[in-house]
């Protein structure tokens, strides 16, 4: 079924230079849960951590993820998102969020909502089409983890480079050499968003 309308999403992740940015293409049904799995699926992220979206609301933030006590924290608690529509929080009048990924390694990701579109004939969505460098590796210690990573990449006399080649290529799927200036829109595969939420609703 086509959808009527498409939001389409710049999202760049936060304190990398050079940048790192995804242009994602979503169905405007889309729930924050499905933009999840769809930002997850752009970057190459796995998914093995918990996440927040935080959507400006007035004078307050609005969170969406998977509900969690936060009992101390200064964050308000998240709504379920896959009970809520992106298109009902974000609009051309209401473009910014921030997509928050592992509470560990705080992996920040602005969110601009760009246009909203006609779906193009023949195309199908979830789409990515356009981007730059590979996104980090899942548990590199964050921003400043990942800098320091690269370094050691670069360096092939350091003890561990060879190894830390083939982690940071087997995080992301592949074998060999991990290369951060790596990326290819066509080559992105997104997951079914409903799949990864039953999963992970029947481990609850």
Known sequence: MTPPHILQFRVELQ????????????????????????????????????????????RVVQCFGIPMDKAGMEEPESLPGWQHRVADYLSP?????????????????????????PPAAGKKYPRCVAGERSGPPDDCGGPYGYQDLLAILADPGYPEHASLHRWAAGAKGRRGKFDPEAFDEQKVKFDDPARRLKWMLDGI
Request: hydrophobic letters at 40%; glycine letters at 4%.
């Open 93 to 117: 009048k209401k473009p910014r969020a921030i997509y928050w990924y592992d509470f560990g390694d705080d992996w920040y990701h602005a969110i601009q909502l760009e246009e909203v579109l």
């Open 15 to 58: 304190d990398i230079q050079p940048l790192i940015w995804r242009r994602i293409q979503v169905p405007d049904s889309y729930t924050f849960w499905d933009l999840h799995i769809a930002i997850q699926s752009a970057f190459g992220w796995n998914d093995s951590h918990l996440h927040e979206f935080q959507v400006p609301a007035g």
